[in-house]
């Protein structure tokens, strides 16, 4: 989270903090501008540059001139390199950033709560990185793993901190980004259960406007004998009910519409 400007107050958003080839493995191209440089990550850089969401674009008119122009994020002036492009919300779906920095100003961004106090990119102990990356062409998450193995035995030798610990690699889980990564199917169940819940409760409400239909049709008993009795025909008394019950349900669509945007 950092503070950004808005109005008379300062308004928090979610920012993620990036390497400089974060779009360019995602395979995500700029709206405008440039990427991260990568003397823009190296530790301890605090290179003030950022990339912005493409709504904040849109929200100025499409100004030409917001590459390049400065913005204050925790009241430092952040010079603006890049926009991402429309509908890019990031690696996770449930906090889509609206900025991303380079892993460069680490140590003026990110706050002591969320870090142990002196430590940096250059901890070890500290956690702070999540790997993200993408297999080669032709190399499976088998032989990836096996790979990683090797990699987690060499480096228990190289250093006594990285010794019982393991290197592993999964897919990239959409509702979740940790230093344990899993596969998002126990949200698909649980997403199934609440889809079956929202349907039921619309089958309740169907089941009650065809009771309130009914009813109004038992009331229009005698205007619809009147209208036989008049020479109106079956099918186009039909009609006319079906057209009322079509309207009442294209107002409801409307109206359902309107609440869910």
Known sequence: MAGVPAGDTTRRIFVELVSSNYFD?????LATGRSFRSEEERPGANLPVVIVGYERWRSTGFDATLVGSTMKINSIDFTI???APQGFGGTMALASPELWLPLGVFDTIVNDIFKKAGSGLNDREAGSVIVLGR??????????????DALSQQMAVEAAENRDQAITVS??????????????????????ALMGLTG???LIACLNLANMLFARGTVRKKEIA???????????????????SLLLALVGAAAGLIVAF
């Open 25 to 29: 493995t995602l395979r995500i191209p």
């Open 81 to 83: 390199v890049g926009v």
């Open 135 to 148: 297999l080669k062409p032709g190399v499976t998450i088998e032989m990836a793993s096996s790979r990683l």
């Open 171 to 192: 897919r990239l889980p959409r509702m979740s980004t940790s230093t344990s990564p899993r596969s998002d199917s126990g949200l698909g169940i649980a997403g199934g």
């Open 200 to 202: 039921t409760v619309l």
């Open 226 to 244: 009147l209208r036989l009795a008049l020479g109106g025909s079956r099918m186009r008394i039909v009609r006319q009910l079906l057209t009322e």
